[in-house]
T-cell receptor, first 113, second 116 residues
Framework: KAGVTQTPRYLIKTRGQQVTLSCSPI?????VSWYQQTPGQGLQFLFE???????NKGNFPGRFSGRQFSNSRSEMNVSTLELGDSALYLCASNDGTLSGELFFGEGSRLTVL | AQSVSQHNHHVILSEAASLELGCNYSYGGTVNLFWYVQYPGQHLQLLLK??????LVKGIKGFEAEFIKSKFSFNLRKPSVQWSDTAEYFCALPTGNSGGYQKVTFGTGTKLQVIP
């Protein structure tokens, strides 16, 4: 079956702009979570959605937001971009259980100039 | 609050050498633990997981890990590494909140470089 698909794969923005990233989970997975990956910080949890409800969120400012649609596709938005937002944004889907393996997408690499 | 520590940030080994990557966690609830691997240019994928039962778990490509509750550890091992094991390895701890799932706390990762 098809894996997790993230779009766009690469994007360049300037400070102050906003960006929307998209994630299509594996068919049948109702949980989608987002992570920010940077060389110094590793993977930092942003938020997790299950059946259109945000169940958990990490310690990121309110500029980072997300949503999930009825077909389980998810988007995350970052407003008022800062240089420090440059990172690889990873989306992962699973069956919503603690023992469930996370299936990751290739990521969206955001560069903020 | 939960946390995961990986103390080895960069490990360089020759082929056929044995590997042990450290992972320590801090969490007061039921513990599940994972090791994920990211090969160069590829997405993160599951290497192995501990959910319950036998504390010695075996994963893909000859990797294994042992959950030692008394030491809060889940170290990854492989008796003989290959050049193709060159990758970044992440230890991960999934935890739930009152709303259900789901937050996975990752260690900062260990970059393994295997020299032919």
């Amino acid at each position: 079956k098809a894996g997790v698909t993230q779009t766009p794969r690469y994007l360049i923005k300037t400070r102050g702009q906003q960006v929307t990233l998209s994630c299509s989970p594996i068919s049948g997975h109702r949980s989608v979570s987002w992570y920010q990956q940077t060389p110094g910080q590793g993977l930092q949890f942003l938020f997790e959605y299950f059946s259109e409800t945000q169940r958990n969120k990490g310690n990121f400012p309110g500029r980072f937001s997300g949503r999930q649609f009825s077909n389980s596709r998810s988007e995350m938005n970052v407003s008022t971009l800062e240089l420090g937002d440059s990172a690889l944004y990873l989306c992962a889907s699973n069956d919503g259980t603690l023992s469930g393996e996370l299936f990751f997408g290739e990521g969206s690499r955001l560069t903020v100039l | 609050a939960q946390s995961v520590s990986q103390h080895n940030h960069h490990v360089i080994l020759s082929e056929a050498a044995s590997l042990e990557l450290g992972c320590n966690y801090s969490y007061g609830g039921t513990v599940n633990l994972f090791w994920y691997v990211q090969y160069p240019g590829q997405h993160l994928q599951l290497l192995l997981k501990y959910f319950s039962g036998d504390p010695l778990v075996k994963g893909i490509k000859g990797f294994e890990a042992e959950f030692i509750k008394s030491k809060f550890s889940f170290n990854l091992r492989k008796p003989s590494v290959q050049w193709s094991d060159t990758a970044e390895y992440f230890c991960a701890l999934p935890t739930g909140n009152s709303g259900g799932y789901q937050k996975v706390t990752f260690g900062t990762g260990t970059k393994l470089q295997v020299i032919p």
